[in-house]
C-alpha cells in the first residue's frame, strides 16, 4: 500500500499571490475566491515517473537540438546549469526538466510572436533533461535576448528562460523563470514583481560561474532550483521511515 | 541566538508565460522538434475500464476563454492505482497517468483521451471518488491552479469524498463535477473551468 508522507506546505507568501495588477493579465486570469488547504493524499504525493526512454540524449543541447547539420545559432554561447534539490536540501534525481527561451535576439519560435527580431533559422528555443543521481542537470544554449511586450507601453522582459519541474509528486509541479545576473531589466519587470519578497527573487537569478565556464567556447550560469521537501518522520501520528 | 533550521526556500513560481507551448507543446507552437512529445497518451494501449474523453473550455474573469491555457492531468488506473514507486499496486503496461493538453488557439476548447480511474486511496485508509487532477498554467497565472475533476456518474462516491466535502459551500462542489454525456457511441465528459467570477471553479492549496 501506499506509504504517504507529505510535503510541507508551499510557503504562498514567498510565492506571487494571484492578483498582481501591475502585471496586467493576471488581474482577469486571478480566482477571487481563496484556495482551498487540502492535506496531502496519494493523488498529490504521487507523479508521473519519466525515464532516459522519454527523451533524447540531445534534447539538453539548444545548439545543436534545431541547427541545420554544420550550423548554429547566433549568440552567447552558454552553459546553464545546477541542481534540484528538495526544502531539505537533498537532490531530486531522475527528475524531468523543461525549458524554453526566446532566441538572441528575443523572438521565440511561436506563431503568436510577431516582434520584429527575426527568427533564428538554427535555433528552436526548447530542451530538456532527466536530472542525474545528484540531481544535476545541464543544458548548452545561447543567452536570450531582452524583448518588447504589452503591458505598459515601454515594458521589456529582461532575458530569461523558463524553466519547468515535476519532482516526485504532483504537488512539487513547478513551473518557474530564470534570469541572469547583472540585468537592469530585472527590477523593472511587473512579471518579476510579482514575487513580493527580494530575497525570493534573488532566488531566480542565475549567477556567472567562472568555475563551470569551457575555455574559449561558452559562459557558464548556475541556477540551483529548490522543490517542496518532504516529512519523512511523523504522518497522521504513526511513525513512518521513509 | 537559537539554531539555524537551514531548510532551503521552494522556488518561487512564475507564470508560464504566452509561450508555454514552445517549452512544452512545441508542436502546437508551429514546429517540429522532438521525437515525441510528453503527455499525448495517458491511458496507453493496455490500460482496462472505461475510455472517456474529456473536453472543456478554461474561461477568464471577463467571461471570454482562455485561449493560451495548458493543462497537466495526473489520474490512477481503472483500480485506482496510481503509477508511482510508491503505489505498490501495478498498472497495466503503457499507463502513465500523466497527461498534457492544450487548447485550440482560435476557440479556446480543449479535450483529452484517457480511462475513467477507479476510487483511489485517501487518506486515513479511506477512499477518494475517482477523480483527475488537474494543474492549469497561462500567461497571468502566476502559480499553477491546482483542481480536481469528479464524474456525475458517481454520487454516492462523491457524496462520501473527503476533499469535496471539505468545501464548505455546497454550491461550489458543482463546480468540480463533470457532466457525461455520449457523441458517436463514445463518452465524453464537460468540464469548464472558471477562473474567475460568477461560478469560479474551486481551486486547491495542495
Not at chain 1, 547539420?69 to 526544502?87: A, K, Q, S, T
Not at chain 2, 456525475?152 to 463546480?175: F, G, H, M, Q, S
Request: glycine share 10%; aromatic share 10%.
Amino acid at each position: 500500500m501506499l506509504k504517504p508522507a507529505e510535503f510541507y506546505q508551499r510557503d504562498r507568501e514567498w510565492h506571487p499571490p494571484a492578483l498582481t495588477p501591475d502585471y496586467k493579465t493576471s488581474v482577469s486570469r486571478s480566482p477571487q475566491y481563496a484556495l482551498i488547504s487540502l492535506q496531502g493524499s496519494p493523488s498529490e504525493i504521487t507523479g508521473p515517473v519519466f525515464g532516459q526512454n522519454d527523451i533524447d540524449p540531445v534534447d539538453n543541447d539548444l545548439i545543436k537540438n534545431y541547427a541545420q547539420p554544420g550550423e548554429g545559432p547566433i549568440g552567447e554561447r552558454i552553459i546553464l546549469h545546477g541542481r534540484v534539490l528538495d526544502e531539505n536540501g537533498r537532490p531530486v534525481p531522475g527528475t524531468l526538466v523543461e525549458l524554453w527561451q526566446a532566441n538572441a535576439g528575443g523572438r521565440y519560435r511561436h506563431k503568436k510572436d510577431t516582434y520584429l527580431a527575426p527568427i533564428d533559422l538554427n535555433f528552436g528555443g526548447c530542451g530538456r533533461t532527466l536530472t542525474d543521481e545528484n540531481g544535476y542537470y545541464y543544458f548548452r544554449t545561447v543567452k536570450p535576448g531582452a524583448y518588447p511586450w504589452r503591458n505598459w507601453v515601454n515594458s521589456w522582459r529582461p532575458a530569461h528562460i523558463h524553466m519547468s519541474i515535476f519532482g516526485s509528486g504532483f504537488a512539487q509541479r513547478l513551473i518557474t523563470q530564470c534570469y541572469f545576473e547583472g540585468d537592469p531589466l530585472i527590477h523593472k519587470c511587473p512579471i518579476v514583481n510579482t514575487i513580493p519578497d527580494p530575497d525570493a527573487i534573488d532566488q531566480l537569478i542565475a549567477r556567472l560561474d567562472m568555475n563551470a565556464t569551457i575555455p574559449l567556447d561558452s559562459i557558464a550560469y548556475k541556477f540551483d532550483i529548490v522543490l517542496r521537501g518532504r516529512r519523512s518522520t511523523l504522518f497522521e501520528n504513526r511513525l513512518e521511515g521513509n | 541566538m537559537p539554531q539555524e533550521l537551514n531548510y532551503l526556500k521552494e522556488t518561487p513560481s512564475q507564470t508560464a508565460g504566452p509561450y508555454v507551448h514552445i517549452g512544452l507543446a512545441p508542436g502546437a507552437a508551429g514546429f517540429d522538434i522532438y521525437k515525441q512529445e510528453l503527455g499525448w497518451d495517458i491511458a496507453g494501449p493496455n490500460a482496462k475500464g472505461e475510455r472517456i474523453r474529456v473536453e472543456g473550455v478554461v474561461v477568464d474573469g471577463t467571461g471570454s476563454p482562455v485561449k493560451d491555457v495548458l493543462l497537466e492531468a495526473w489520474q490512477a488506473n481503472s483500480e485506482g492505482v496510481f503509477a508511482h514507486p510508491e503505489d505498490s499496486r501495478d498498472v497495466e503496461n503503457g499507463f502513465r497517468g500523466w497527461g498534457r493538453v492544450i487548447t485550440d488557439f482560435e476557440t479556446g476548447e480543449w479535450g483529452f483521451d484517457t480511462v475513467k480511474p477507479g476510487a483511489s486511496p485517501a487518506r486515513g485508509g479511506t477512499l477518494a471518488a475517482p477523480h483527475i487532477n488537474l494543474w492549469v498554467v497561462a500567461r497571468g497565472i502566476n502559480v499553477g491552479l491546482n483542481t480536481r475533476l469528479y464524474f456525475d456518474d458517481e454520487p454516492e462516491a462523491n457524496a462520501k469524498d473527503a476533499v469535496l466535502n471539505l468545501i464548505e459551500w455546497e454550491k461550489r462542489r458543482a463546480t468540480l463535477i463533470a457532466k457525461r454525456s455520449e457523441r458517436d457511441g463514445k463518452v465524453l465528459y464537460r468540464f469548464d473551468i472558471k477562473i474567475q467570477g460568477e461560478d469560479e471553479t474551486v481551486f486547491f492549496d495542495i
